[in-house]
């Protein structure tokens, strides 16, 4: 019987989508599958078209029903009970604890752009000879000073001193530049005309600063950052005067990528004698090139004469390797996060030998695994948890500002802080819930005894391996601090428990 006009386009349609949904189903079900639900959805098109229901209403009811055919149709492929079994259970496994861990860790690195903080903290020195530089730097808070009395010492200093064979002296501070973006937040540094030249480097673009640049022009250099994001690069910004301070200076050069000195947030240097004539001595300081044969301690000594004989300004003046400076950040970061693994892997120790792992009855396979599980799996969740506080935070900065805000360090540092406690603690409190043998995630929760009868707490909870290998008890109150978690292992008895009986297919 042809059906009336007026739904034969919905049968055709529907039709259409059956036959696409049916492509899931296996080949010897395939028409017989089929035939029911185009007999359900032919009969329904022609009851709502006689009885005048069909409408909007009616045709998205329909519309929902036969895309729960593709659902359907899925099922009779693939064994719903098993999948959904397979769906509770293996998030339970090792595997997938650390496969999630790697995801969430390669996701970060391509979202940081490859973690170009770390890369370059990591890339040698961009300097000549680095381990002849040396810096003098001051450690006295909230003491501030003119910044022209230090470069005007710093040349004096330069011509007495028997140690350093060449001196430069900096001075930061926060100011806005003008760019293609519009007027930017930025910290700038105000260094000796021969900085560049003590440290040994080179332009990108442009040149960089030589001597009388502080008296014959108001000129600055940038750094590659802030060439990027503020002039997209552009190589016709060297010669480019900008508007920064209270006048205009010209762009004379732009620093290399890798460069970095002190604080990687700095992004403009200039020479200019007007540009901060007050800052604080901890924002100040000098770089030195040693001379052959001098080591820190004869520099320290003889710097340490000069600058007390400056004046009480110069108070707790000490000279460090620049190398050890630059590098004193990531150090730092690796050494915290030695220490939480180190930590962690104590605690844990502590906690199986009052019990648990102790006491258990487990092969040296079974302890290998289980010890090899908890450091691969702390030691990913403390490699995100740096990658997360170092590259993040300056993504953020430079989306939202433009820059890499001044703040950015202090973020980093506290974010990495407390990321790392949250990690080890989850993976400390992740193992201690896992199956001794299989390092499955314990289900089953159960708590024992009657909660009235022990002043309103239960007597204790036990988890049980979802695979029968044994039970877990956590007592609720502790007789003394030796007492710990108890493993007890399941016999033979116990297996029949926690066989699966297979499952037919629809």
């Known amino acids: 019987m042809k059906p009336p006009s007026p739904i034969r386009a919905l049968l055709w349609q529907s039709s259409l989508l059956l036959r696409m949904a049916s492509f899931l189903v296996p080949k010897a079900q395939r028409e017989e599958w089929y035939r029911e639900w185009h007999a359900e959805v032919w009969h329904w098109i022609h009851f709502l078209h006689e009885s005048g229901r069909l409408g909007a209403t009616t045709k998205l009811e329909l519309a929902k029903h036969l895309w729960g055919a593709f659902s359907d149709a899925a099922w009779r492929r693939w064994n719903r009970e098993k999948f959904e079994r397979a769906l509770r259970e293996k998030p339970r496994t090792a595997r997938f604890c650390v496969s999630a861990i790697w995801v969430v860790l390669l996701v970060i690195l391509i979202a940081s752009g490859f973690a170009p903080s770390i890369r370059s903290s990591l890339s040698p020195l961009p300097f000549s000879q680095p381990d002849k530089l040396a810096q003098l730097s001051f450690h006295a808070n909230y003491v501030h000073y003119p910044a022209d009395t230090l470069f005007r010492l710093v040349t004096e200093w330069q011509a007495q001193s028997k140690t350093a064979q060449a001196l430069a002296g900096y001075s930061w501070d926060t100011t806005s530049i003008s760019t293609d973006r519009g007027a930017l937040p930025v910290i700038t540094a105000r260094i000796s005309s021969n900085f560049f030249e003590v440290l040994g480097n080179t332009a990108q673009a442009g040149r960089l600063f030589r001597s009388g640049d502080e008296h014959e022009c108001r000129c600055i250099v940038i750094s590659y950052d802030l060439w990027d994001i503020g002039f997209h690069r552009n190589?016709?910004?060297?010669?480019?005067?900008?508007?920064?301070?209270?006048?205009?200076?010209?762009?004379?050069?732009?620093?290399?990528?890798?460069?970095?000195?002190?604080s990687p947030e700095i992004s403009v240097w200039a020479v200019q004698s007007n540009v901060s004539k007050l800052n604080f001595a901890t924002r100040t300081g000098a770089v030195l090139r040693l001379r052959p044969g001098v080591s820190l301690d004869s520099a320290s000594t003889e710097f340490r004469k000069l600058t007390n004989d400056a004046g009480f300004r110069f108070v707790e003046a000490e000279i460090t390797s620049l190398k050890s400076t630059v590098r004193q950040g990531m150090q730092m970061y690796v050494g915290f996060t030695l220490l939480a693994l180190a930590g962690s892997a104590l605690l844990l120790i502590g906690r199986f030998t009052r019990g648990g792992l102790a006491k258990a009855n487990l092969s040296s396979r079974d302890r290998l695994r289980w010890?090899?599980?908890?450091?691969?799996?702390?030691?990913?969740?403390?490699?995100?948890?740096?990658?997360?506080?170092?590259?993040?935070?300056?993504?953020?900065?430079?989306?939202?500002?433009?820059?890499?805000?001044?703040?950015?360090?202090?973020?980093?540092?506290?974010?990495?802080?407390?990321?790392?406690?949250?990690?080890?603690?989850?993976?400390?409190?992740?193992?201690?819930?896992?199956?001794?043998?299989?390092?499955?995630?314990?289900?089953?929760?159960?708590?024992?005894?009657?909660?009235?009868?022990?002043?309103?707490?239960?007597?204790?909870?036990?988890?049980?391996?979802p695979v029968g290998h044994g039970m877990l008890h956590v007592a609720e109150m502790k007789a003394s601090w030796l007492e710990g978690d108890e493993w007890i292992p399941l016999d033979e008895s116990w297996k029949q428990l926690f066989v699966e009986e297979p499952l037919n297919r629809q």
Not at 235 to 254: M, Q
Not at 452 to 465: F, I, R
Request: net charge positive.
């Open 235 to 262: 190589p016709s910004v060297v010669g480019r005067r900008v508007e920064y301070y209270d006048g205009d200076s010209k762009i004379i050069g732009v620093l290399p990528r890798n460069f970095r000195f002190i």
């Open 371 to 465: 010890w090899a599980f908890f450091a691969l799996k702390t030691i990913l969740l403390l490699a995100l948890c740096s990658i997360l506080s170092l590259e993040i935070p300056r993504r953020i900065s430079l989306a939202f500002t433009g820059i890499v805000s001044p703040m950015t360090g202090p973020a980093s540092t506290w974010l990495f802080l407390v990321s790392t406690i949250l990690a080890v603690t989850w993976s400390f409190r992740d193992q201690t819930r896992r199956c001794r043998i299989c390092l499955k995630r314990l289900g089953h929760e159960v708590y024992v005894g009657v909660s009235s009868y022990l002043l309103l707490e239960w007597w204790g909870t036990e988890l049980v391996c």
